[in-house]
C-alpha cells in the first residue's frame, strides 16, 4: 500500500473464502478501520481488506510488514 496518513478515507471489507462476498464493515479513515479490524475474531481477520481510492491491501498484510 503507498504511504498514507491516519485521516485518509478508506474501506474495511471482508471477503469470504466460500462464495467471494465482499462485505462491507466500515467506511471511514484509516484509523478507525485499523481499530475495527483488530477488534474482528481471529479468525475472521485473514479475509479482512482495507481498500484507498487507488490500492488494496489484506488487513493481516499491511500489520505485518
Known amino acids: ?11 474495511l471489507y471482508h471477503l469470504d473464502d466460500e462464495g467471494g462476498v465482499a462485505t462491507t464493515l ?3 479513515s484509516l484509523a ?6 483488530a477488534a474482528q ?3 475472521m481477520q485473514p479475509g ?4 484507498t481510492s487507488n490500492d488494496v ?5 499491511l500489520i505485518e510488514g
Open 1 to 11: 500500500m503507498r504511504t498514507i496518513s491516519n485521516d485518509v478515507a478508506v474501506r
Open 32 to 37: 478507525e478501520a485499523l481499530a475495527a479490524a
Open 41 to 43: 475474531p481471529e479468525d
Open 26 to 28: 466500515l467506511y471511514g
Open 48 to 51: 479482512l481488506y482495507l481498500q
Open 57 to 61: 491491501v489484506a488487513y493481516l498484510d
